[in-house]
């Protein structure tokens, strides 16, 4: 099947800082990629939506300036969470379209 | 939007047990996928079943769209199927369940 890779897989960092989160489609091309953040013990919620070689949509209540999207190929999404704060800690998770969806292993980010 | 329940919300199960888990959704889909979450996170895809039955070893999945619903069967269970395991529906951006935890004791 479909493989879907992010990295890093874990990260921590200081509040203020910004960490950027890649995730990558390996062995097929994907135009669209989703944004997910699951919070421990909950479901996931959808971010944003990242559409190559265009703006990303996001979702209600998600503040665009400080998740910033890139789509810049099509196998290539990022995800910067800019001035992290210790309430952004979460899993964060992508998946790819391809026929059906594929997710990445996640990334764990904690906030001190 | 679409609303989708999952039950039971937990389920403890003796190893070699079988179990069925449950999924509803409030509006007709084009799309319904069952994952299972593993301890570190990762969403492993078991079945994309808008409609129908579908079997995978020990694992089969039942959609039936028109009463809005699909089930999926886990059978003589092992202690490798604890985990999270969630429906999801919707044609790329998906729409989640709230997941069930599902414990497997030897």
């Known amino acids: 099947g479909a493989v879907v890779s992010q990295h890093p897989s874990r990260v921590i960092c200081k509040s203020g800082t910004s960490v950027k989160i890649e995730c990558r489609s390996l062995?097929?091309?994907?135009?669209?990629m989703f944004w997910y953040r699951q919070f421990p013990k909950q479901s996931l919620m959808l971010m944003a939506t990242?559409?190559?070689?265009?703006?990303?949509?996001?979702e209600q209540g998600v503040e665009k300036d400080k998740f910033l999207i890139n789509h810049a190929s099509l196998t290539l999404s990022t995800l910067t969470v800019t001035s992290a704060h210790p309430e952004d800690s979460s899993f964060y998770i992508c998946s790819a379209s391809g026929g059906q969806e594929y997710f990445g292993p996640g990334t764990r980010l904690t906030v001190l | 939007g679409i609303q989708v329940e999952q039950s039971p919300p937990d389920l403890i199960l003796q190893e070699g047990a079988n179990s069925t888990l449950r999924c509803n959704f409030s509006d007709s889909v084009n799309n319904l996928q069952w994952f299972h979450q593993n301890p570190w996170g990762q969403l492993i895809n078991l079945f994309y079943i808008p409609s129908g039955t579908k079997q995978n070893g020990r694992l089969s999945a039942t959609t039936v769209a028109t009463e809005r619903y699909s089930l999926l069967y886990i059978s003589s269970s092992q202690t490798t199927d604890s985990g999270v395991y969630f429906c999801a529906v919707g044609q790329g951006k998906l729409t989640f369940g709230k997941g069930i935890t599902l414990s497997v004791r030897p």
């Open positions: 062995d097929f091309q994907a135009t669209t």
């Open positions: 990242s559409n190559e070689g265009s703006k990303a949509t996001y």
